[in-house]
């Protein structure tokens, strides 16, 4: 290495600063005295020729550069660890490693049960850290660039420099209303708060049948159980339908807008084995659910 490259050493503590929020609790963690961690510190400052921390009496804070420094560090990391798994599978002939995948709740709860379940019987000394993300920026996506997810599988919007991003299936929206109801256009309307797609929210601007409610949640299971309390009907992605109560009818809609599932990870991490591999069953999955739904999973 030259002398302005920055260690994986000096890569562990910038991540440690930014995760425990201060300099003598990331110490701590690390084994190492405060004196050491500031020492890093400014060396890595020095090599990168920008200040990365603010310090304070609460603690240290990134800067944007030090944001930007932290979320390479923890993808160079995962890189290296990534490296050392696989080279010893080709080694010994079995894999032993740990994914971090960020997910959306309802993509979480209708999709990973069958894809982790087939995963483990096919990997089973691999395990598979789970972390669901509101859909809010930064979201999956931000999980993935940031380094603390190796495999994000959300709705796709506008691909982020630095993420490989790839479909996985069309989910479109459907109208959701209690079971039995004449007229369920004339239902006051539940919005399901997600992040939706700038063609969606413009085929919601033009109907002119989607009232204005007050009703408003974040929650599409709760969503579901406002629809079977007949408190109203919603335009919903038909995957969200999955396993809803009995009472909740579907309605289909003309010309609807369709949420696009994928998957977002590195370029980098993209390449390995073991993403590979997960990367397979959710396209297998994703394969049933389309089959499964008719023109649901239309491309």
């Not at 991540?15 to 990331?26: I, K």
């Not at 400014?42 to 240290?60: C, H, M, P, S, W």
């Not at 096919?122 to 495999?151: I, T, Y």
Request: glycine content about 10%.
């Amino acid at each position: 290495m030259g002398a302005g490259d920055i260690t994986a050493g000096e890569m562990r503590v910038l991540v440690a600063v930014a995760r425990e929020g201060s300099f003598s609790a990331a110490a701590a963690s690390l084994g190492l005295t405060q004196s050491a961690v500031s020492h890093t510190m400014r060396g890595i400052e020095r090599k990168l020729g920008a200040v990365l921390f603010r310090r304070g009496r609460t603690g240290a804070e990134p800067t944007s550069a030090g944001s930007t420094a932290v979320s390479h560090a923890r993808r160079i990391l995962r890189l290296l660890e990534t490296m050392r798994a696989e080279t010893r599978a080709a080694s010994a002939g079995e894999l032993s490693a740990t994914v971090r995948l960020a997910a959306l709740r309802g993509v979480a709860y209708h999709l990973l049960p069958g894809v982790l379940s087939r995963f483990g019987q096919r990997w089973p000394r691999v395990s598979v850290e789970v972390s669901v993300v509101r859909e809010d920026a930064p979201g999956v996506a931000g999980e993935v660039l940031s380094g603390r997810a190796d495999l994000g599988v959300a709705t796709l919007f506008p691909a982020q420099d630095g993420l490989v991003a790839r479909e996985l299936f069309a989910d479109p929206y459907v109208l959701a209303y209690p079971a039995g109801h004449p007229d369920p256009r004339s239902l006051p309307m539940i919005h399901w708060e997600e992040a939706t797609s700038p063609e969606t929210r413009r085929w919601c601007a033009a109907q002119s049948w989607l009232s204005a409610s007050d009703l408003r949640v974040q929650d599409d299971t709760v969503v579901l159980s406002m629809i079977a309390h007949g408190m109203g009907a919603a335009v919903v992605p038909r995957m969200t339908l999955a396993g809803a109560p009995p009472n909740v009818a579907v309605q289909p809609l003309e010309d609807p807008p369709v949420r696009r599932i994928g998957y977002v990870t590195t370029r980098e991490m993209g390449r390995s084995l073991v993403l590979r591999e997960l990367v397979a069953e959710l396209r297998a999955q994703s394969r049933e659910i389309s089959a499964g739904s008719g023109d649901a999973g239309g491309a």
